[in-house]
């Protein structure tokens, strides 16, 4: 997430209350979760297992919980909660704005573009031209979505990232303020859902196309002519690239890689990262045809039994 200027450590520290490390001038250009930072940005670190990641991470303004030596070049902000800090930052750089229309005045629509009645579209989201959204489609705030488009019913785009903190009273979400990316060419089919990114982007690639009941998590990214069937459900931070093909009832944990061209078969589970141009099945999915010759091997394990008790 950028801020639509610039802003001084000292002004930064100022909106959290936090004392910090760096000159009052320091330039800061946003915020952002590790996996998607640039220079300029805030990452957040609260626990020591990422401190070494998160001072040698591209950002540089690191939100911390513990006095450390600030690595050249960079600027600390210090802080008895990182997490509730960024989270003041992202409510404060990006509120929520209740809406008064099922389409907001904000959002702009394209050329020959029809929205199907019931339809909600939110604050600030950009509509490319030729598409159809169905009745019934939510499109939270900011989402983009290009040109040739169709979203069947029931479908929710932008909802926030299942990503909450732990604490002794309960669970404590991380705010999303990020976006919902569909690219051009795209279909997805009813009762689907993909949630906003964090700070970025959940992005789903030019000529893809969604089967309907899928879940897509916070920051994920679907590359190109990728088809995706029915009860697939996609965690946060994944990356598909393009022109993956993922059957029906699939799970894929979070922060993976499933390489170009690969296909996963039906009910597997993709527990980590996964190369292209093969196909996987079972859980944790594994090479298809080594896993079927074994399979065929077991089922001839009690014929290889009974030949041994004849003996």
């Known amino acids: 997430m950028k801020f639509p200027k610039p802003y001084t450590l ?9 004392q910090f490390v760096g000159e009052d001038e320091f330039p800061v250009l946003g915020l952002n979760e590790i996996h998607v930072v640039e220079p300029g940005d805030i990452v957040f670190v609260d ?12 950002a540089t303004i690191v939100l911390i919980n513990k006095e450390v030596d600030c690595p050249e070049g960079k600027a600390l902000l210090l802080s008895d909660d990182p997490f509730r800090d960024f989270n003041k930052l992202t409510r404060h750089f990006k509120p929520f704005k209740p809406s008064q229309n099922s389409i907001s005045p904000s959002a702009k629509i394209g050329e020959n573009s029809i929205i199907q009645p019931n339809t909600f579209i939110g604050n600030n989201v950009t509509i490319g031209n030729n598409c159809i959204i169905h009745s019934n489609v939510s499109i939270y705030d900011d989402a983009v979505i290009g040109n040739n488009v169709t ?10 990232a299942f990503y909450y903190k732990k604490r002794p ?15 051009d060419n795209v279909d997805i089919g009813s009762n689907c859902t993909i949630d906003r990114g964090v700070t970025g982007d959940t992005t789903i690639g030019e000529g893809s196309k969604l089967d309907n009941l899928i879940q897509i998590g916070h920051d994920t990214r ?47 589970g993709a527990t980590k990262s996964l190369r292209g141009h ?7 999915a594994q090479d298809a045809k080594s896993y079927l010759k074994e399979m065929a091997h077991v ?13």
């Open 10 to 18: 000292k002004q930064i520290a100022e909106i959290i209350d936090c």
């Open 47 to 58: 626990h020591p297992k990422y401190y070494d990641k998160a001072l040698k991470s591209d």
């Open 151 to 160: 979203i069947h019913s029931g479908t929710v785009l932008g909802a926030s």
């Open 169 to 183: 009273e309960g669970f404590d979400p991380l705010i999303s303020g990020g976006r919902v990316v569909i690219e």
């Open 222 to 268: 679907i590359g190109k002519k990728c088809l995706i069937a029915s009860q697939v459900g996609i965690a946060g931070c994944v990356i598909i690239e393009d022109e993956v093909t993922i059957w029906g009832q699939v799970g894929c944990t979070s922060g993976i890689t499933i390489g170009e061209k690969a296909v996963i078969l039906a009910q597997s």
């Open 278 to 284: 093969k196909t996987y099945w079972g859980t944790p």
């Open 299 to 311: 089922k001839q394990i009690p014929r290889i039994l009974k030949d041994l008790y004849k003996k």
